[in-house]
């Protein structure tokens, strides 16, 4: 396997949500927030270009899209924390972030939940949906209570894929 172009871009995307990362411990400033949105627009229009340089170059891997799915999800909990540390959803919002990690775990631990899935446009739109979301929540001019909704809104959306793709996996089991 090479480490073609894309997952270049991709490891470019994941440096970026390192940079977000620093972030988190810094001061919940006007100044702060606009540069995670920032960072994170960027790390989001990157998402597209690495998928469309991957078919592009017919350099589309397995191990491609493991690591834009692991960015996307590294991504979400970064936001997550972000919205919940300026105050712009409560703590349930770090669940977010984590329902990626429960996903993994519980595949650990019922072994059927950690067959593949297949990818499905329904994920990949809840996915760009809960990024989106929580740019919005985290940008200075949406305050609290829109904020909260929009990542209330975004969580729901991803919790009813979660249960969808757990209760695929369930029949798949049957």
């Known amino acids: 396997m090479t480490f073609g172009p ?26 702060m927030a606009w540069s995670a949105v920032s960072i994170a627009l960027v790390v989001v229009l990157l998402d597209g270009v690495d998928g469309w340089v991957a078919r592009r170059t017919r350099t589309a891997s397995a191990f491609g899209e493991r690591f834009d799915l692991e960015t996307d999800a590294a991504l979400i909990l970064v936001l997550a924390i ?55 929540a985290i940008a200075p001019p949406i305050t609290p209570p829109t904020s909260t909704v929009v990542a209330a809104v975004a969580l729901a959306a991803l919790c009813y894929s979660f249960l969808v ?3 695929s996996l369930w029949r798949r089991t049957q």
């Open 82 to 136: 972000l919205a919940w540390q300026y105050g712009k959803a409560g703590p349930w919002v770090l669940l977010s972030g984590l329902l990626r990690y429960l996903f993994v775990a519980a595949g650990w631990l019922w072994p059927w939940m950690g067959a593949p899935l297949a990818s499905s446009l329904r994920g990949k739109t809840v996915c760009v949906v809960q990024i989106v979301a929580l740019i919005v």
């Open 6 to 31: 894309a997952n270049q871009i991709t490891a470019v995307r994941a440096l970026l949500v390192a940079v977000l990362v620093i972030l988190v411990d810094k001061s919940p400033t006007p100044a």
């Open 165 to 167: 793709d757990t209760l």
